[in-house]
């Protein structure tokens, strides 16, 4: 695929594409008077029978595709233009058109960045493990933008950079677990450092039993594949002094359950239990490449939660980063334990503003499904921006109490606390976090189990990892920056 950013038509477009609400085009369009009535019979028609979502009709003696962008189903006007760009994208494909030009002139900003989204989202394909590779068509896209090309130029170049990310991220998340250990995680890191001049730093089972950070050699030891950290810091010259945003990633490249053994029904999506350091790497990629003006640090918990003789069991205690001793009740609940030390590395890096993403809890997918991601925060003026920056980047949230009654669940019988608590599993798990976040310091726990893996199609998303959370957290940085 290719976009262009056209001042003018340029006259090489096999067809044109015109998106339309209910019985209005939406942006303006280069008909002739008999085209627009001929657009105008079409849009009327709509009311008599029923009209496909895409139609395909010659106008202007040109193939004209009607992208429906209508607003329903309780998504917002900018999603649906998403999903409009992204069902015309695989019909240009499916139809062989090499060219498509959109008449954007009047589009703003944001909803030009919309329809660009939902272009890339066409055409991810995860085919690493398909022997017959489908041959994918690439289409030119010409965005004719009049007098707005410069600003649209550097929009189109933003999302390229973003939705990169977005992909590198998804096929991180759909790897299988044999094939992205928690080492070769380390080096897809690494690969990012080099393209991004990022800062990284490692540390391998030795240092980390060294320095303490004994919830990921607790989670790790089990498996043959064991647990690292990575760290990676963004520090521009040009950024706001007293802000640091820290990143951290549940990054468990497979979930067994540990001795408290997950069933094997639907265990294989647990390649999944990765998704928050994919999302956190994705994301402080594109700040990097972005040059955002603001100090960014990643912090990657990787390991694999196995059965074996090494693996802790149930009852076990050990002594965390920050020095409480925690007993670990169920060795399934093993996400919490490896961010216990990405939120006391946070702190050592002296971050004012703490985000941390993870497949954290089944509570959640119960609770809020594959459309929604439950978050948690300490500080509200925080979680009002996250909801702002998911509402502009088409990401749902929405906000969960960090309800202390629930927290003297979490005491331990013979150490300050265990690993799980009441009933309310997904604020349970924020509450065992909170435990750990670093004193005087803005903290939000994004659970995205639901979100970051869905097992049939869903929008502009095929099967498997949606890639969540990539754009809300460049968005967040954004802002935070300004
Ligand atoms: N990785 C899982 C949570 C999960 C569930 C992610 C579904 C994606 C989809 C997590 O480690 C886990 O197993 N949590 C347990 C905690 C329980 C034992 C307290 C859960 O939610 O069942
Ligand atoms: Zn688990
Ligand atoms: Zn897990």
Redesign the pocket.
């Given at each position: 695929m290719k976009i262009k950013i056209e001042s003018k038509e340029s006259g090489k477009a096999i067809a044109h594409a015109l998106f339309f609400v209910k019985k209005s085009i939406q942006f303006s369009s280069v008909l002739s008077e008999k085209a627009t009535e001929q657009a105008e019979t079409v849009l009327n028609g709509m009311e008599e029978g029923p009209f496909e979502d895409l139609e395909f009709l010659e106008l202007d003696g040109q193939p004209t595709f009607f992208v429906n962008a209508a607003k329903e189903r309780g998504l917002t006007s900018l999603d649906h233009l998403r999903m409009a760009a992204y069902r015309l994208a695989k019909q240009a494909k499916k139809k062989q058109i090499s060219c498509v030009s959109l008449m954007l002139a009047d589009a703003a900003p944001e909803q030009l960045k919309s329809i660009i989204h939902g272009l890339y989202y066409a055409e991810y394909e995860f085919d690493r493990y398909k022997t017959k590779k489908q041959k994918s068509f690439s289409v030119v896209y010409e965005i004719v933008a009049q007098d707005q090309a410069k600003e649209f130029s550097k929009i189109a170049n933003d999302v390229a950079i973003e939705q990169a990310s977005i992909s590198m991220a998804r096929d991180w998340i759909n790897t299988p677990g044999s094939d992205l250990t928690p080492s070769v995680f380390v080096s897809e890191a690494e690969k990012i450092a080099k393209e991004t001049g990022l800062k990284i730093k490692v540390r391998d089972i030795k240092a980390l039993q060294k320095e303490g950070y004994n919830g990921l050699v607790t989670v790790g030891k089990g498996s043959q594949s064991l647990p690292y950290m990575v760290t990676l810091e963004y520090k521009p010259a040009k950024a706001s002094k007293d802000l640091h945003l820290a990143l951290v990633g549940k990054g468990?490249t497979f979930?067994t359950?540990g001795i408290?053994l997950?069933p094997a029904s639907g265990m294989w999506?647990?390649c999944?239990?990765m998704s928050g350091a994919a999302a956190v790497l994705g994301a402080i990629r594109t700040i990097a490449l972005l040059k955002l003006p603001i100090r960014v640090s990643a912090i990657l918990c990787l390991a694999e939660?196995r059965i074996g003789s090494k693996a802790v069991l149930p009852g076990d205690i050990f002594t965390a980063k920050n020095g409480k001793t925690v007993m670990v009740d169920?060795t399934?609940?093993?996400?919490r334990l490896a961010l216990s030390d990405g939120l006391a590395e946070a702190g050592l890096l002296k971050a004012t503003h703490i985000i941390d993403l993870a497949?954290?809890?089944?509570?959640m997918?119960r609770a809020l499904g594959y459309a929604i991601t439950g978050f948690f925060s300490n500080d509200e003026k925080l979680a009002s921006k996250i909801l702002e920056a998911g509402q502009t980047c088409c990401e749902k949230f929405w906000p969960m109490p960090l309800e202390e009654e629930y927290a003297d669940g979490l005491k331990g019988k013979f150490a300050d606390l265990q690993?799980?608590g009441s009933d309310a599993?997904a604020i349970?798990?924020a509450l065992f976090l909170k435990e750990f976040v670093p004193e005087n310091t803005s903290w939000s726990h994004w659970d995205i189990?639901?979100t970051?893996?869905v097992t049939k199609p869903w929008k502009y998303t095929s099967h498997g990892a949606t890639g969540i959370g990539v754009q809300t957290l460049v968005e967040l940085a954004r802002q935070l920056g300004e």
């Open positions: 468990l979930d359950g408290s997950k999506e647990m999944c239990d939660n169920n399934d609940a093993e996400g497949t954290l809890t089944g509570a997918v690993n799980t599993g349970s798990a189990a639901g970051a893996f």
